[in-house]
């Protein structure tokens, strides 16, 4: 599968944990509260500001990210589900210590 986003979009992958309370109850991802993570796919070029340059894209391929459960779009590819969204809508960058 290739994917190549456009302008300023990030092709994310969801992360699927299973989260379980301190009882053993698992709860679905539906019962999530939002933001949730994802890890960065692939990402666009940039987008083009006012004046005609380019402005780099501060994610790339490989980051741990955090995003608003209702931002993007869904997309489905070969049985995996996938999130497009707009760099501005990412709330975060997980970095490992």
Do not use: H
């Not at 509260?33 to 960065?40: A, L, N, R, Y």
């Not at 995003?67 to 999130?83: A, P, W």
């Amino acid at each position: 599968m290739n994917f190549k986003p456009l302008r300023d979009r990030v092709f994310v992958k969801f992360s699927t944990e299973e989260e379980m309370t301190p009882g053993g109850i698992y709860i679905p991802d539906a019962a999530k509260e939002k933001p949730q993570k994802g890890t960065v796919v692939a990402v666009g070029p940039g987008r083009i500001t006012d004046d005609g340059k380019r402005q780099p894209m501060e994610v790339k391929v490989g980051d741990t990210i955090l995003f608003d459960k209702y931002s993007g779009s869904k997309v489905k590819i070969d049985d995996e589900e996938y999130l497009i969204i707009r760099e501005e809508d990412i709330l975060g960058i997980i970095e490992s210590k």
